[in-house]
């Protein structure tokens, strides 16, 4: 298990995305579970992450990281302070993307078809409600490749409630264009055959199970269900 060494630099972000350096010197941002909605948004972070990642997808690796209980006051306000206090265990790190910058709405609406319908079937997968105009989560680091980013509000893994199977109104590509629908099927397609899930659900840190009520019996039957409308889509 990685341990985080010190806190650099606080990004802009509802959940408080925080770069920092691990106890190896590798510098990484961290989501930490005292934050709004804690070890859920972590464990529906990890799961699709770690899907994606293995399906051979851009997003950014991931990976749970230590703060030692009683880690120092060190860095930013009270109230970052507090964050981290209420954050000591696991955690989640996130492997850096250089220099990334955020695409304005234009420059989303030009990705290649096959990124499109990458992050579309991600979304239809696992319920992601947050990538709207406001916050597209999708970023470009200094090459110039983009990456898929914030998975942590995928309903599909944070309740015990099943959802229609559909973009949410105000989704960037709601209204995708017709000629991306057999993309998005393949992509689904591969969603549905990936035979890793179990494996990264027992991967899941147990303190953010405990401290969430998730049950990895819930999450299964949620995940279960989605794939049936997902391989009834895809046919
Ligand atoms: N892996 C990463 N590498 C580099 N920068 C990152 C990374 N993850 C997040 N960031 C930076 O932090 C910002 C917020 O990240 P993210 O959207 O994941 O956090 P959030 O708190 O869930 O955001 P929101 O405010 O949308 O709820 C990004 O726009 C980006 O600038
Ligand atoms: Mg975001």
Redesign the pocket.
Known sequence: LKSLRRFVFQ???????TLCETDEGKAC?IKMKGAGNGPRSLISEFVVNETAGALGWPV?QVFPIEIPPNFPWSFGTDEFDDLVKKSFGVNLG????PE?K?LTLPETQKLSGEFKSILIALDLFFVNF?RTAK?Q?I?QDKDGQNWI??H?SCLALQTTRSFPFGLPPDHIFASYPRELAPLIREKLQMLVEFADYVEIFEKIPMEWLTESGLLLADLRKNWLWQRQEAAAFSL
């Open positions: 990004m802009t972000g509802s959940s408080f995305p941002v950014p996130f492997e850096l993307i990334a955020t947050d916050s989560n970023l980013i914030d942590g």
